[in-house]
């Protein structure tokens, strides 16, 4: 049975990976949050931009549509 | 949970949580304690972090490094991102329940005593896995040095 430390040391590298993952999806995060919210600036409808993410309006706007309400954003018609 | 928390246990997790909602996230994380602590130095779990070089300033830095770092690993360079807006309320994400839960079990092993930033640090440094870790390192401290400084600062 390796000691507390070895074990320590050879579970880094797998802790490193799992970690990058979870770091990705919070990069994904903020750059969805932050495409989305020029997205609606640039006038794109709640519509487009659900085409543009792969997912339904409903998914788009349940997800930003609380965040972004009150910022003064154009209703988006293009 | 909290029902064992000392005043300034309790004062930790609000901190936490302001400190989460102000960096935009949607969930309070072990590393939101961390810098929620060493944010009061006076206090007893400060102290510690103080002792060993962990200001504010430096906990958010090595989060900060801790996240380009595990980016880097997926072959990933992080952008230029457009700061997070404040989010309008956080839940508490599962490392910081875990931290604080490993506090309470840290607290019970010693009779009668409230939970405070003390044990909250001790909770959170005991992280095996995650993010706290790697903010460890990039402080250049280990968990066995932050149960030292407590034990001295107590």
Redesign the interface.
Known sequence: MPTKHTA?AA??PI??????????R??AD??E??NVEAALWAGWSWARIAEALGVTRQAVHKKHG??VRGLGLPAGRK | MFERFSREGNAVALRGQEVARLA?SATTEAEHLLIAIAQVPASPGGRALAELGATEEAVRAAVDA??R???V??G?E??E??P??P??SVRWGQSAKLALERAVAETLAGPGRSIGSAQILLGVVAA????V??VLRALGITPDDVRAAVLATA
């Open positions: 320590v579970d880094e802790n490193t990976a799992l970690r990058s993952a979870v770091a990705l919070a990069l903020r750059l949050d932050e609380a965040r | 935009g801790e996240f770092a595990a980016l690993v997926a990933v992080l952008p991102l457009a997070r807006r989010t309008m095996e896995a995650g993010v870790p790697g």
